[in-house]
T-cell receptor, first 113, second 114 residues
Framework: DAGITQSPRYKITETGRQVTLMCHQTWSHSYMFWYRQDLGHGLRLIYYSAAADITDKGEVPDGYVVSRSKTENFPLTLESATRSQTSVYFC????????????FGEGSWLTVV | AQSVTQLGSHVSVSEGALVLLRCNYSSSVPPYLFWYVQYPNQGLQLLLKYTTGATLVKGINGFEAEFKKSETSFHLTKPSAHMSDAAEYFCAVSMDTGRRALTFGSGTRLQVQP
């Protein structure tokens, strides 16, 4: 039972470069989410998706792009990375009717230098 | 709009002592409430959740939480702390409609002293 797989787990990139964080889930959950975790802020929602080809902004979407061409994949792209995007990124998924329980991946640690 | 406040960014208890982590929420409608735990360099694991029904919810690892609507609280407790409980704990709220995303508190780091 693979669940949610994120890749890469660790990444160092330079300011201005494009970076894509991958997320794959094996449960066929309808909803998928991207959160970032920063000290003192808990987790904040970047983008979410209710189904394939349906995405919407969360609290902190600026500088990020998402797509969802297939139910199981939800990549997050930083179009031009900035130091303020240094963070831990978590992908998550859920299925309506399961008490809205959201399941998280192991996280991707991104450092922008 | 929903929000979650966790009182105390750091809590330290002795092994065997009571653990109490506080969480208050604001929501215009009855929410779903969650506690997640995060161990170092890992993702978030669900401890327990409240959706409807019984207001005292039991979770994994001996934790429980009580939903008090009048106080808009969902405090997490464990009668006797264990060294393995040392971790970061997050309270979160969501709705069963709309975007269904979790809104998190800023977290409480629990230290357990021997």
């Amino acid at each position: 039972d693979a669940g949610i797989t994120q890749s890469p787990r660790y990444k160092i990139t330079e300011t201005g470069r494009q970076v894509t964080l991958m997320c794959h889930q094996t449960w066929s959950h309808s909803y998928m989410f991207w959160y970032r975790q920063d000290l003192g802020h808990g987790l904040r929602l970047i983008y979410y998706s209710a189904a394939a080809d349906i995405t919407d902004k969360g609290e902190v979407p600026d500088g990020y792009v998402v797509s969802r061409s297939k139910t199981e994949n939800f990549p997050l792209t930083l179009e031009s990375a900035t130091r303020s995007q240094t963070s831990v990124y978590f992908c998550a998924s859920s299925e309506p009717g399961q008490g809205n329980t959201i399941y998280f991946g192991e996280g991707s640690w991104l450092t922008v230098v | 709009a929903q929000s979650v406040t966790q009182l105390g960014s750091h809590v330290s208890v002795s092994e065997g002592a009571l653990v109490l982590l506080r969480c208050n929420y604001s929501s215009s409608v009855p929410p779903y409430l969650f506690w997640y735990v995060q161990y170092p360099n890992q993702g978030l694991q669900l401890l327990l959740k409240y959706t409807t029904g019984a207001t005292l919810v039991k979770g994994i690892n001996g934790f429980e939480a009580e939903f008090k609507k009048s106080e808009t609280s969902f405090h997490l407790t464990k009668p006797s702390a264990h060294m393995s409980d040392a971790a970061e704990y997050f309270c979160a709220v969501s709705m069963d409609t709309g975007r269904r995303a979790l809104t998190f508190g800023s977290g409480t780091r629990l230290q357990v002293q021997p």
